[in-house]
């Protein structure tokens, strides 16, 4: 497959809430709750960003990084369980606020935390057909959890767009493959303002059964072993679970290193897998292989084998914010703001 | 505001869709059909052409808004600003990602995409051009420009007085 990446650009929200701040509120050692998930802190959104503003953000610093002609765009997906409307596409929003309108053709995708990814697969088969030239896959989320619930410590929000092209490819993929079964590990009802989830149900048999037979498959096609790879990328739902799987499955901390952001910006579900990449690539040098497995609960798992090309070498990074900045960058605030920010406040009247 | 004329505003929303005259060059920002800079307006008829702007500019007035209008509840306190940008037109707009008594006279700043406002639960969500600083604030990266159409390079256009 000669397909791949052509340009990337990633956006997380400005302020951060700490763990130990969350469990305060609710008289839980919110410090040991942080550091049993391996979250430091989460991003928080302020109350005029959503999905749509972030994906836009995340997609305009791509298309300056790639000096794309945004009228070059024949796809534009947006993986999200966050999206501001239940009917009416993110993607149009998206699609008219960097000038891709009208000729191409737009949708949302909804996949737990693995729609983004899936429109990734999605953009490939578009561009490897030669139906467009560029195809957009962005993932991104505002996603909340339940007030005092274990997911209010890491749900947060930010998101990462991928330019998927045949020219100018800076990360070829060589192979991409699921695994995907039904499994009710998390899940959010129609009408429902939070998740829910079945506790511990959500680890073995849903996140590390899927991220590893897929990681698994997807080395057992192409040929390789974790050794194979410069850097490996998995879903990241807190920073312990990648962590686990990675060292099961034979990576070390090193090749975990840049693709595990979770710790320092919390769960941004769609975009956590993909800002993870997106810092990778930030790092990556002409050669070297990268592994990417993300997962959705219901549940499945998409698998990358990217090979980085020279292409790298001349790519404009630096045209954009670079991931590292949202990692140590922010304003901390306390709970009390973030109710407001998060809409956890009704004000009276009607 | 009517979702149809939100909607005819989409293009000045969303991508700081302006037009410049292409006899004498000042950009406008709404765009405008006759350009009223050129001695007589008969002679920019048909020739205005649509222009974007970058999305920077400067903070040449601002005001805190601590007593809002319905809708905007959850932002107070908020700067709201004019934005001189650097094509020429000014903008009113809200300063976003700093604390609201920080914003100066003389502060730099980039276009941004956010939410406007939403009509109630149930109703449309309004997204368009927000400013923030376009220095570094807090270790947070800054909002660039926007991305212009390949093909378009953004010819300089002279500054509206």
């Known amino acids: 497959m000669q397909a791949g990446v052509v340009s990337y650009g990633a956006y997380v929200p400005r302020y951060r809430i700490t763990p130990t701040e969350i469990g305060k509120v609710w008289g839980v050692d919110g410090a040991s709750m942080g550091a049993s998930l391996n979250v430091q802190r989460k991003s928080v959104p302020s109350p005029d960003e959503d999905t749509i503003t972030i994906s836009t953000e995340a997609l305009r610093v791509a298309l300056l990084r790639g000096k794309i002609d945004p009228q070059e765009i024949g796809a534009l997906y947006i993986g999200s369980e966050s999206h501001p409307y239940a009917v009416k596409p993110s993607a149009t929003v998206v699609a008219q606020a960097v000038g891709a309108t009208p000729g191409l053709t737009a949708a949302d995708f909804e996949f737990a935390c693995k729609a983004g990814t899936a429109a990734i697969q999605t953009c490939l088969g578009l561009v490897g057909a030669e139906m467009v030239r560029y195809g957009v896959a962005i993932g991104s989320d505002t996603s909340q959890g339940a007030p005092g619930d274990a997911l209010e410590y890491s749900a947060s929000a930010g998101g990462a767009a991928f330019v998927i092209g045949r020219e100018q490819v800076i990360a070829r993929v060589l192979h991409t493959l699921s695994y995907t079964t039904d499994t009710p590990d998390f899940w959010r009802r129609e009408g429902q303002r939070y998740p829910s989830h079945s506790g511990r149900f959500t680890g073995e048999p849903a996140f590390f059964r899927h991220v590893t037979e897929c990681a698994k498959r997807i080395m057992d096609r192409a040929g390789t072993t974790p050794k194979s790879y410069a850097h490996v990328v998995f879903h990241q739902p807190n920073g312990k679970f990648p962590a686990r799987v990675g060292k099961q499955l034979g990576f070390t901390d090193e090749q975990m290193r840049y693709g595990l952001v979770t710790p320092f910006i919390g769960n941004t579900y769609s975009g956590a897998a993909l800002i993870g990449l997106a810092n990778v690539l930030d790092h990556a040098r002409a050669g070297e292989r990268v592994l990417m497995v993300g997962y959705g609960s219901g549940a499945g798992s998409d698998a990358f084998d990217f090979d980085i090309t020279d292409a790298i070498e001349s790519y404009s990074r630096s045209a954009g914010a670079l991931v590292e900045s949202f990692l140590t960058g922010g304003v901390e605030i306390p709970y009390a703001v973030y109710a407001k920010f998060r809409g956890k406040i009704h004000l009276g009247g009607s | ?161």
């Open chain 2, 1 to 161: 505001m009517s979702i149809a004329r939100f909607w005819r505003e989409t293009p000045r929303r969303y991508n700081l869709g302006g037009c410049r005259c292409t006899v004498c060059t000042t950009v406008y920002f709404p765009p405008r059909v006759v350009c009223p800079t050129c001695t007589t307006h008969r002679q920019s008829l048909g020739k205005m052409e649509p222009f974007q702007l970058s999305g920077e500019g400067t903070v040449i007035s601002y005001t805190v808004i601590h007593d809002p209008a319905e809708g905007f509840e959850m932002l107070v306190p908020y700067a709201l600003t004019l934005v001189k940008t650097v094509e020429g037109p000014v903008l009113t707009a809200e300063v976003v990602d700093i604390d609201p008594h920080e914003v100066r006279i003389g502060l730099k700043v980039h276009a941004t995409f956010r939410k406007l406002r939403e009509e109630g639960k149930a109703g449309v969500i309004h997204y368009g051009y927000k400013f923030a600083p376009a220095v570094e604030v807090d270790g947070a990266p800054r909002p660039l420009p926007l991305p212009s159409p390949a093909g378009e390079p953004r010819a300089a256009g002279r500054a509206t007085a």
